[in-house]
């Protein structure tokens, strides 16, 4: 009898303890778990203060007359829109072929035609 109550209150520790390790292991798993979901909160909480900062921008009326110029030819009052072909800004202007040829002259060649007056 003696050791049947001996053997019960062996078990009945075994499963304590047991128990006691679930509840830890768990316990763990939350607190990463924990862990993890404050560091998303934090990324989300910094987008959205992004997403407000560029729907403020967006809102204001600086960007409003930017969209109104850049991509509509909008102008204010008094105001000409000019409208330059794509192929013009990549050329390279007829002058500056002129003053490319120039490079290829000594130093003290450009200095004798400034000074000899051909210049």
Aim: proline fraction near 2%; hydrophobic fraction near 45%; aromatic fraction near 6%.
């Amino acid at each position: 009898m003696r050791k049947t109550i001996l053997y019960g209150i062996i078990v009945f520790q075994i499963l304590l303890i047991i128990s006691l390790v679930k509840g830890i292991v768990k316990s763990k798993r939350v607190a990463l778990r924990i862990t993890s979901m404050q560091e998303e909160k934090a990324k989300l909480e910094a987008e959205q203060a992004k997403i407000k900062q560029e729907e403020e921008y967006v809102a204001s009326s600086y960007y409003l007359e930017k969209v109104a110029r850049d991509e509509l030819g909008l102008a204010k009052i008094g105001e000409k829109v000019v409208i330059i072909p794509d192929g013009v800004l990549n050329r390279e202007p007829a002058d500056a072929k002129a003053v490319a040829g120039e490079g290829e002259k000594a130093n003290w060649q450009k200095w004798w035609d400034v000074l000899s007056g051909r210049i």
